[in-house]
T-cell receptor
Framework: DADVTQTPRNRITKTGKRIMLECSQT?????MYWYRQDPGLGLRLIYY???????NKGEISDGYSVSRQAQAKFSLSLESAIPNQTALYFC??????????????FGPGTRLTVL | AQKITQTQPGMFVQEKEAVTLDCTYD???????LFWYKQPSSGEMIFLIY??????QNATEGRYSLNFQKARKSANLVISASQLGDSAMYFC?????????????FGSGTKLNVKP
């Protein structure tokens, strides 16, 4: 089973709709992240979370909100989706310490299309 | 300023040849980490190799090696003996520690095509 899972994997929605992307992890990591990937721009950080009580904005948080329901769950919401939010969204986790490199572990991605 | 710069949007390499993917970074920290990830067409992000800023030797993982030149702030990925399955996007990333939090920065990626 995957350590970091994302649901849904694909979603097509219409402008103005509310969308929630969910991320769950079984790695026991306290740090969680949401990124979006656009062609030619790499990954850009939307929000990140130290732990359940600590959530921080990344470089492109406008139009997004997040919820850290538990250590293992971190949801990303688009309150009113717009077409330029069409992208591939990744959830990632990292440990505070204890892993070899403290690298990030990524979910499989959610491909979101806003019409 | 860009934290991570990958200047090669796309590259071609002949199967079985070696290829170098460029990455430069910008940080004023003494302690940081450098990573390379592979993203095949299926979309997942696969961790390949890591170099710590205090590591004196270049990191190697199988056919992957990281050419770390600290003074030049470069962390190029070298893939030896390219295989068709190496065709993918490759991302260079850097980790800084800010307020006890690992913050990661990614480059825009290099699309590698391995020709048979």
């Amino acid at each position: 089973d995957a350590d970091v899972t994302q649901t849904p994997r694909n979603r097509i929605t219409k402008t103005g709709k509310r969308i929630m992307l969910e991320c769950s992890q079984t790695k026991g990591h306290d740090r969680m992240y949401w990124y979006r990937q656009d062609p030619g721009l790499g990954l850009r950080l939307i929000y990140y979370s130290f732990d359940v009580k600590d959530i921080n904005k990344g470089e492109i948080s406008d139009g997004y909100s997040v919820s850290r329901q538990a250590q293992a769950k971190f949801s990303l919401s688009l309150e009113s989706a717009i077409p330029n939010q069409t992208a591939l969204y990744f959830c990632a986790t990292s440990a505070r310490s204890g892993t070899t490199y403290n690298e990030q572990f990524f979910g499989p991605g959610t491909r979101l299309t806003v019409l | 300023a860009q934290k991570i710069t990958q200047t090669q949007p796309g590259m071609f390499v002949q199967e079985k040849e070696a290829v170098t993917l460029d990455c430069t970074y910008d940080t004023s920290d003494q302690s940081y980490g450098l990573f390379w990830y592979k993203q095949p067409s299926s979309g997942e992000m696969i961790f390949l190799i890591y170099q710590g800023s205090y590591d004196e030797q270049n990191a190697t993982e199988g056919r992957y090696s990281l050419n770390f030149q600290k003074a030049r702030k470069s962390a190029n990925l070298v893939i030896s003996a390219s295989q068709l399955g190496d065709s993918a996007m490759y991302f260079c990333a850097m980790r800084e520690v800010k307020y006890n939090f690992n913050k990661f920065y990614f480059g825009s990626g290099t699309k590698l095509n391995v020709k048979p």
